[in-house]
């Protein structure tokens, strides 16, 4: 079975441009998170979709980050305009329910902000 | 907004050895989850405990939740240097809207060295 797929595996781009990570679900599972790990914060919940629909984007960490579920099976999330305090790996993940069920993570986005 | 402490944050030992990973919070979870991240590749479940006081066993890792489920250790007896990872204890949130939303403690890089 494919679990869950992200691209692209690494981004090396200059402040000030755009960057768009895409992440394809487990078919099947209800829920999508997108998530951020550094050294210093670890790893934190950006926001969450639910049958498609963002239910908690607390963890957002400003307007310049938004993220789309148009449909089940692919979500993006996008920075605009990037800066280099958001280089970060960033992980999706899904799962079929909320607590208790595993959360099966992607193999990440290495972001680097120049 | 809900804190896990993992200790320790690093924990470098020789081969056969056997160790503790703590997850300590103020807050009581519905249950909690322990994963394991391999550089490169992303967080992959472990185990989850539920019960107040469950322990759970996968070969060599013993897992125990606390009676309160605030609290949870890992245990790994005879280390090996295939448990080399980053070993993440993840609280998922008791109620409210919030339900099920996982908080990740900051995780314990450990090296085993043969």
């Known amino acids: 079975d494919a679990g869950v797929i992200q691209s692209p595996r690494h981004e090396v781009t200059e402040m000030g441009q755009e960057v768009t990570l895409r992440c394809k679900p487990i078919s099947g599972h209800d829920y999508l998170f997108w998530y951020r790990q550094t050294m210093m914060r670890g790893l934190e919940l950006l926001i969450y979709f639910n049958n498609n629909v963002p239910i908690d984007d607390s963890g957002m960490p400003e307007d310049r980050f938004s993220a789309k579920m148009p449909n089940a099976s692919f979500s993006t999330l996008k920075i605009q305009p990037s800066e280099p305090r958001d280089s970060a790996v960033y992980f999706c993940?899904?799962?079929?329910?909320?607590?208790?069920?595993?959360?099966?993570f992607g193999d990440g986005t290495r972001l680097s902000i120049l | 907004t809900q804190l896990l402490e993992q200790s320790p944050q690093f924990l470098s030992i020789q081969e056969g050895e056997n160790l503790t990973v703590y997850c300590n919070s103020s807050?009581?979870?519905?249950?909690l989850q322990w994963y394991r991240q391999e550089p490169g590749e992303g967080p992959v479940l472990l185990v989850t405990v539920v019960t107040g006081g469950e322990v759970k066993k996968l070969k060599r890792l013993t897992f125990q939740f606390g009676d309160a489920r605030k609290d949870s250790s890992l245990h790994i007896t005879a280390a090996q240097p295939g448990d080399t990872g980053l070993y993440l204890c993840?609280?998922?949130?008791?109620?409210?809207?919030?339900?099920?939303?996982?908080?990740f403690g900051q995780g314990t890089i450990l090296t085993v060295h043969p």
């Open positions: 993840a609280g998922a949130n008791a109620g409210g809207t919030s339900y099920g939303k996982l908080t």
């Open positions: 993940a899904s799962s079929l329910t909320m607590g208790g069920e595993p959360q099966h």
């Open positions: 807050s009581v979870f519905s249950s």
